[in-house]
């Protein structure tokens, strides 16, 4: 076990790095699922990691928009019931950035094995 | 399969989110949403809990500042949305076919300023004001950017006509108009200025055109596809 202030330190890693890879893991999902709403997605990113990652709403929606805002995402709004749901999905642009997103981040996870892991080059 | 919140605590959520000090009602539409599901979800994993207990484990996850960054990022958002599609359409203008239309006025603007040509630049200066001028009573009829809601509660067109006032500035700061207005009928421009004026009214022009005609189209269509909901109408 992990003493307390390294535990601390580790988590505020891990939260920097999610805060930083988090554009690449929204537009992935949305490739994956086709339209997906907020909540869903973080719940689908817990689901995934076996809650190792928790998405916060302070850094999805701002993600989100951000992306509407640069033309990678549409959305569209439906009724479910009593209220009505905005679902995301990946416009044209979006297909294209996700796989030159994909392709950085499989490179950055690559060097950084051999930055980490030297002996195994 | 999880049990969905009544009516009247989604009206709860609705007031709850106003309270937070988010006004505009496109964006309490989403946050209460997603108040909503977290709060299904909580209460199926705690059948035992309360609603209000409920959303108060949910809004203690939002940070500090509670909805403000929320709403902050979805302005930035927005107001980028809007300034690419006036800024693609009117970047449009530098390409095969449209780019001829630009060239055309460039050069016609030019030849009246340099030769005055048909009109004198004076006249010209006073046909653009009185065409800006049409443009504003053009759109006054039709109204919805001349009423507070679409200003105030509505964050996509509030953002959208945050961009629309620059047809104002257009021909207020006319260069143009610190040339003419010297009391001289007819001042002929060097070819140098000529030309930089002459794009300048041009592109006035094309803004114009835009603001008038095409821009509304844009926002008509952006709250028909992705709006439906709020029953926003402008003519």
């Known amino acids: ?121 | 399969m999880k049990e969905q919140l009544s009516e009247e605590e989604i009206g709860k959520l609705f007031k709850f989110v106003k309270s937070k000090y988010v006004h505009y009602i496109d964006v309490q539409y989403e946050i209460v949403d997603h108040l909503a599901s977290a709060i299904e979800e909580k209460q199926e994993e705690n059948p035992s809990w309360s609603f209000d207990r409920a959303l108060r484990e949910v809004y203690s996850k939002f940070p500090i500042t509670g909805f403000a960054h929320f709403v902050a990022e979805k302005q930035s958002a927005l107001s980028k949305y809007w300034w690419k599609r006036f800024l693609s359409f009117m970047l449009s203008y530098m390409k095969l076919p449209k780019v001829t239309i630009a060239g055309f006025l460039v050069y016609f603007f030019q030849l009246i300023l340099s030769t005055g040509f048909l009109i004198s630049p004076l006249q010209l200066y006073y046909s653009l004001v009185a065409l800006s001028f049409c443009s504003v009573v053009y759109r006054f009829k039709y109204g919805f950017e001349f009423k507070k809601e679409f200003r105030e509660k509505y964050l996509v067109t509030g953002s959208y006509l945050s961009y629309y006032g620059g047809v104002f500035s257009f021909y207020l700061y006319f260069p143009l108009n610190m040339t003419v207005n010297t009391g001289q009928e007819a001042v002929l421009l060097s070819p140098i200025t000529s030309w930089f004026m002459a794009t300048y009214i041009a592109i006035a022009l094309l803004w114009i055109h835009a603001s008038t005609f095409v821009f509304p189209e844009m926002l008509k269509q952006e709250l028909t596809n992705k709006y439906s909901h709020l029953n926003l109408k402008i003519a």
């Open chain 1, 1 to 121: 076990m992990l003493p307390k202030n390294l535990r601390y330190i580790f988590t505020i890693m891990n939260r920097s790095l999610l805060r930083g890879s988090l554009e690449t893991i929204v537009i992935k999902l949305l490739s994956d699922n086709n339209e997906m709403y907020g909540y869903e997605i973080s719940q689908k990113v817990k689901e995934l990691t076996a809650d190792e990652f928790k998405i916060t709403e302070g850094a999805l929606y701002p993600t989100l928009h951000k992306l509407e805002g640069k033309g990678i995402l549409e959305c569209n709004t439906r009724s479910i019931g009593n209220r009505f749901r905005k679902y995301y999905s990946l416009t044209e642009a979006g297909q294209t950035e996700m796989a030159i997103m994909l392709q950085d981040m499989e490179d950055y996870i690559k060097n950084m094995r051999l930055i980490l892991n030297p002996q195994l080059s």
